[in-house]
Nanobody, 123 residues
């Protein structure tokens, strides 16, 4: 089983940038679709972005298109979410997640989850 640890969250002003990292351990992440989700207080967890095997396909929520970029470096067993043009409404706990099936990821049901990292965007 793969274990995931996210990092890179923090406090940033609106318009700023952050890069989140998701490091896998225990097994390679290369055989999985890597996804990013976020959850705001009092709201349901929502899909943010995903990157497929070998980085060949990426999908984004409409709310982050053009501002966020998902990528992966399988040699480092690490995935990234580059976030720019951050807005206060991007404030949330961000989770990375893995599944072998893109369909499960896009349906919100990946099998493996990290513990999350807090991103706070001030006005």
């Amino acid at each position: 089983q793969v274990q995931l640890v996210e990092s890179g969250g923090g406090l940033v002003q609106a318009g700023g940038s952050l890069r989140l990292s998701c490091v896998g351990s225990g097994r390679t992440i290369s055989n999985y679709v890597v996804a990013w989700f976020r959850q705001c207080p009092g709201k349901e967890r929502e899909f943010v972005a995903s990157v497929g095997w070998f980085g060949g396909r990426t999908d984004y929520a409409d709310s982050v298109k053009g501002r966020f970029t998902a990528s992966r470096d399988d040699a480092k067993n690490t995935a990234y979410l580059q976030m720019s043009g951050l807005k206060p409404e991007d404030t949330a706990v961000y989770f990375c997640a893995l599944d072998r099936l893109l369909s499960k990821v896009l349906a919100g049901g990946p099998a493996i989850w990290g513990q999350g990292t807090q991103v706070t965007v001030s006005p």
